[in-house]
């Protein structure tokens, strides 16, 4: 297995058993050896420490990673148990996760276009005081931005389709359905996934 397994993803839960985060195995295991976390098992829900997780056996055609003198399984759920309070999800404010929960479509002609077709449009312009967040910054196609520049709703006669908002925690796990693993079904509810990724 190449050195690729390490950005492989890891889902975290918290010490009572619900998913926090998406981590890589190079976290994942680093958590484990620094006594933070504790791997569990996928088939009888066993709790492993670095070293009784080495001692496993990798199976064929299971991945791993090499290490100089070993091979370790790649661990696909581990369980912090030093975490005293429950951290709530938070989606990362960023490009792509606007064109997630806008699906790609213009927030105010209601249109779904190509990624490239779309850019961000600041609801209350930066020039009137508006900031870069979830609740101010919303998908428009060019032509609708263009039309509203920089200029606020009523200024410009228009409307917007929903109130921008924050995403709901469960976004946060929102990944490729190529790097979803089936150890995280009973954690992770069938809803997360049938969130809509945009390319």
């Known amino acids: 297995m190449s050195a690729s397994a390490l950005t492989e993803p890891t889902?975290?839960?918290?010490?009572?058993?619900?998913?926090?985060?998406?981590?890589?195995?190079?976290?994942?295991?680093?958590?484990?050896?620094?006594?933070?976390?504790?791997?569990?098992?996928?088939?009888?829900?066993?709790?492993?420490?670095?070293?009784?997780?080495?001692?496993?056996?990798?199976?064929?055609?299971?991945?791993?990673?090499?290490?100089?003198?070993?091979?370790?399984?790649?661990?696909?759920?581990?369980?912090?148990?030093?975490c005293e309070r429950f951290l709530k999800p938070r989606v990362v404010f960023s490009r792509r996760n606007l064109f997630r929960r806008d699906k790609n479509t213009c927030q105010y002609c209601g249109r779904r276009f190509p990624t490239e077709d779309l850019s961000i449009d600041h609801v209350t312009p930066r020039s009137l005081g508006g900031h870069s967040s979830w609740a101010n910054c919303v998908v428009a196609c060019l032509a609708c931005n263009a039309r509203k520049g920089n200029r606020s709703l009523d200024a410009a006669h228009m409307t917007i389709l929903r109130a921008p908002r924050e995403p709901p925690p469960q976004m946060a796990f929102t990944i490729h359905l190529g790097s979803r693993k089936a150890s995280w079904d009973q954690f992770v509810s069938e809803a997360y996934w049938n969130v809509e990724l945009a390319d």
């Open 11 to 82: 889902l975290v839960l918290n010490k009572n058993w619900l998913p926090i985060r998406v981590c890589t195995v190079r976290r994942a295991l680093t958590l484990v050896f620094k006594d933070l976390a504790r791997i569990l098992g996928p088939d009888n829900y066993g709790l492993h420490d670095f070293t009784s997780w080495q001692d496993l056996k990798v199976g064929q055609g299971e991945p791993y990673v090499q290490a100089v003198s070993f091979r370790i399984r790649i661990p696909e759920v581990i369980v912090l148990h030093r």
